[in-house]
């Protein structure tokens, strides 16, 4: 067999085990040093530097700590170092270009493989002093306290470029720590007490320090600031005086616990910590706990901070996720909702539009079939309601905003009111003067003050008081980043409030989500709140509910203010019977066969001429063959083309020709957040042959 290599990897992964545990030796021999009570400071300096110099196998290093007069760095301790660099280096300030200077500003380990060639120390003198002294690589770290101060620095040198490696920046990081403790020890000892004090006073937190009984032994000036309490009034007396009552026991037993294991930790970790004044008012603390070994025993040494505005961040953060995760939730089920309500009304369409065609026929019918399709005939007009609840929760049903007086509204409407709701329900209106007008449709505003006035009357079982109330308000930025999807400005508000039995905290998060209810089963589609989100959103506003248990409900409504220089327009009167045709030839384009089924029979009824077509394709070949056709009656929703597309191709070919849309919601080319575009004309799925009749009247009789 061959002979084993004796230099191989095996032997130099044994001699580092070898090195490295020798030098977990010197740590361990140096902590020692640093505990005994007859050990000298001197002694204890140069032995930690003994350390670093051994665990990192340096040729020279020092050991520098901080004057409290000067603010430089002064060597404590050396070794290998000649005078020219003792001078150099015996006290440096901070602001000058040294690796130990640097270190100590940054707070971070400065490693320099070859001063020769280190930006750090280019047109340096240092550079000179540092090669002639044969300190050509040095490493410096700094010996940071528990509380965070840096105390000073430890570098070691090497005669010739160095890199360290991980093994000893582990090490020299552990006896920088041992050293950073003792030093904190030995301060608080009477021969350092005095610097010891101006770091304490340095210190942006309270430093409390205490003894194994809980008594105070020493206070900073932040610990006054923070509590309120003087110095006098702090030391000698129990830790729990900075404490709520109800801490007070599970304290004692976690301040015993921590004096038989004294080490750094932080105090309740995972809990929340409060402390409390002089005047009894509490607030939330974060504590960090270590041990100092003076003349006068083990103390305990607290770091404490008020961490209010982090808790205040941190709530109103959660606040802003939970609001978001809502809003993401809500959109989530307004685009299934709205699908789904757009398929019905196709549905829809066909039904009531079959049924409406055999009640216009030869009047044959015998009772009962007239009854059944009567009662069909309701059940589709229900239907329809609730899809255009769907769509107005999903902020997909179609608006005719125009610029109103909402207090002419809610004067309007106070009689109905009082008569929907009963004898019951006293209602009380508070009308602001002087009332912004708002650019909104009527007819859904009317729908959801109705909604709400219901909501209130089912609140207040027993009866109560209702009052709707109008002002004028302003959003600002603060308020309006503390929710979702709302602009800072001027507002028309309109409030609606009961004293009814209340919402808990949870039912508020639900209230606008579709088919929520707390009614009983059969006593509520849970659709009423969700229909007047969805409208007062669809319309630019916000809504607002401010309730608790047996304290009532407010529900408030934020409209933006609009101001128009328009004089409002009178709407004609309703013809007293269907408008008919005159033989009109219309194109009509619907890619349901069950809804295309039923038009062409409505516009044959009413009298006009009727193509159909699928498709936009199919559409303009008609056209084409046909140009006398005077009216395209086309759905938006098509495949392929839409129903606006084609309309515009339609025109390049019959300039005259006149468009009627039709829909079954309001996302799509021609309806944008939730308004039609200008000049376009469009009928809403589910339609009667009424409403037909009279629409397509409207758009031929337009010039």
Not at 186 to 193: D, F, H, N, P
Not at 532 to 541: A, D, H, M
């Amino acid at each position: 067999m061959p002979a084993r290599d004796k230099g191989g990897p095996g032997a130099r992964v044994r001699a580092l085990e070898q090195r490295t545990a020798a030098a977990m030796a010197q740590l361990v021999e140096v902590g020692d040093l640093c505990v005994r009570a007859d050990s000298k400071y001197e002694e204890c300096l140069a032995g930690i530097l003994d350390a670093a110099i051994a665990v990192t196998g340096a040729d020279m290093g020092n050991l520098q700590l901080i004057d409290d007069a000067s603010g430089s760095l002064v060597i404590a301790a050396q070794r290998g170092c000649n005078e020219r660099f003792l001078r150099f280096f015996g006290s440096v300030a901070v602001d000058e270009k040294s690796a130990c200077a640097a270190a100590l500003a940054s707070g971070r380990r400065i490693i320099v493989e070859d001063v020769t060639k280190s930006a750090i120390f280019a047109s340096h003198p240092a550079r000179a002093v540092m090669v002639q002294a044969g300190a050509q690589a040095v490493q410096s770290t700094p010996l940071v306290s528990s509380a965070g101060v840096t105390l000073g620095m430890i570098s070691t040198h090497f005669r010739r470029p160095h890199r360290p490696d991980d093994r000893e920046l582990q090490l020299i990081d552990l006896l920088a720590r041992q050293a950073a403790n003792y030093l904190e020890r030995y301060k608080l000892t009477a021969a350092g007490e005095q610097r010891f004090g101006g770091l304490l006073e340095a210190a942006p937190d309270a430093m409390i320090i205490v003894n194994d009984v809980g008594i105070i032994d020493l206070v900073n000036t932040q610990t006054e600031v923070l509590f309120g309490y003087s110095r006098t009034e702090l030391i000698g007396r129990p830790i729990e005086i900075l404490l709520p009552d109800r801490f007070h026991a599970r304290h004692v037993y976690h301040r015993a616990g921590f004096f038989a294991n004294p080490r750094t930790r932080s105090m309740g970790s995972g809990l929340q910590l409060y402390g409390r004044r002089k005047d009894r008012s509490e607030f939330p603390v974060e504590v960090s706990l270590s041990s100092l070994q003076t003349q006068k025993g083990i103390l305990a040494f607290s770091a404490v901070r008020d961490i209010t505005d982090r808790v205040q961040q941190q709530e109103a953060l959660e606040q802003s996720q939970a609001a978001l995760a809502q809003a993401q939730k809500m959109e989530a089920v307004g685009q299934l909702t709205g699908g789904i309500a757009h398929d019905f009304n196709n549905l829809l369409t066909a039904i009531q539009g079959s049924i409406e065609l055999v009640f216009q026929g030869p009047n044959d019918l015998d009772p009962e079939t007239k009854r059944l399709l009567t009662s069909a005939m309701r059940a589709a007009e229900r239907g329809g309601a609730l899809t255009h609840q769907l769509l107005a929760f999903s902020r997909q049903q179609t608006l005719a905003p125009q610029d109103i007086d909402i207090n002419r509204r809610v004067a309007g409407m106070a009689e109905m009111l009082r008569r929907t709701l009963g004898e019951s329900t006293e209602i009380e209106t508070v009308l602001a003067a002087g009332l912004w007008h708002s650019f909104v449709d009527p007819n859904h505003l009317e729908s959801a003050l109705v909604n709400l006035a219901v909501n209130a009357r089912d609140a207040m079982p027993d009866g109560g008081k209702l009052r709707i109330e109008t002002g004028n308000t302003f959003i600002d930025e603060e308020y309006a980043a503390t929710q979702h999807d709302v602009t800072p400005g001027q507002y028309v508000m309109l409030a609606v409030s009961d004293t009814g039995i209340g919402m808990t905290a949870e039912t508020m998060t639900r209230a606008f989500e579709p088919f929520f209810t707390t009614k009983p089963l059969g006593q509520g589609t849970g659709l009423g709140l969700s229909q007047v989100f969805g409208f007062v959103k669809q319309s630019g506003g916000h809504i607002d509910l401010y309730s608790g248990l047996g304290q009532g409900t407010t529900a408030k409504i934020y409209l933006p203010r609009y101001i128009s220089m328009e004089v409002p327009q009178r709407v004609s009167a309703r013809p007293a019977s269907i408008p008919l045709g005159n033989d009109e030839m219309v194109l009509l384009v619907e890619d349901d066969d069950d809804v295309r089924s039923f038009v062409t029979s409505a516009l044959a009824r009413l009298g006009y001429r009727v193509f159909e077509a699928s498709d936009a394709t199919a559409a303009l070949t008609i056209l084409d063959k046909h140009p006398e056709i005077v009216v395209l009656f086309t759905d938006v929703g098509l495949p392929g083309v839409n129903g606006r597309q084609l309309a515009d191709e339609a025109r390049q070919r019959v300039p005259d020709l006149k468009v009627l849309y039709t829909t079954g919601y309001a996302r799509n080319a021609i309806v944008h957040h939730g308004r039609l575009d200008p000049g376009v004309d469009l009928l809403v799925k589910p339609f009667t042959i009424e409403q037909l009749g009279l629409k397509l009247q409207e758009v031929l009789q337009r010039v």
